[in-house]
């Protein structure tokens, strides 16, 4: 078993994403009373009534906005490492001389950094993402689209 955590400081992207009802299909026993109904079966046959596993339309919350997608037409140069609570958080994917927001260890003599102006960081994130960020505003709705500079932490 392992576990994965990583922290990145600097300028990030939230976008809020409203929720939407989907219909989606699944191969389940069609009968309502069975108790393997609405359950996911890979079987020709329900193990508990014996029934033809049929195709069975429901419906399902989800994002109206596929993060998934959003990330195809920047071509990854944005990263979606949270999306969920109704928010998309997008950070860089990619490294420049005109937008070098490294917190690597090894490139710090003391070990650590302390951010002297985050809104140069900030505007110089905007100015090197200025196509990504026009697509998500396109996507999200330019309302719900913001860039922010914190600290982003994940773990799984």
């Not at 976008?15 to 219909?23: L, Q």
């Not at 109704?86 to 710090?108: M, V």
Request: with cysteine.
């Amino acid at each position: 078993m392992s576990i994965d955590y990583s922290i990145y400081i600097g300028p990030f992207v939230r976008c809020k994403v409203e929720k939407k009802e989907v219909e989606k299909e699944r191969r389940t026993c069609p009968h309502k009373n069975c108790r393997n109904h609405d359950k996911r079966i890979s079987t020709a046959f329900c193990s508990f009534c014996g029934s033809k596993i049929e195709e069975v339309k429901y419906k399902e919350e989800a994002d109206a906005v596929n993060w998934g997608e959003v990330s195809e037409k920047i071509k990854d140069t944005l990263v979606c490492p949270i999306h969920k609570n109704g928010e998309h958080i997008w950070i860089g994917n990619r490294i420049d001389d005109q937008c070098h927001l490294s917190y690597d260890p090894t490139e710090l003599e003391s070990g650590y950094d302390v951010c002297q102006d985050w809104m140069s960081e900030v505007r110089s994130f905007v100015a090197f993402y200025v196509e990504e960020i026009r697509v998500l505003r396109q996507e999200y709705g330019e309302t719900d689209v913001v860039v922010l500079w914190g600290i982003i932490h994940t773990g799984s």
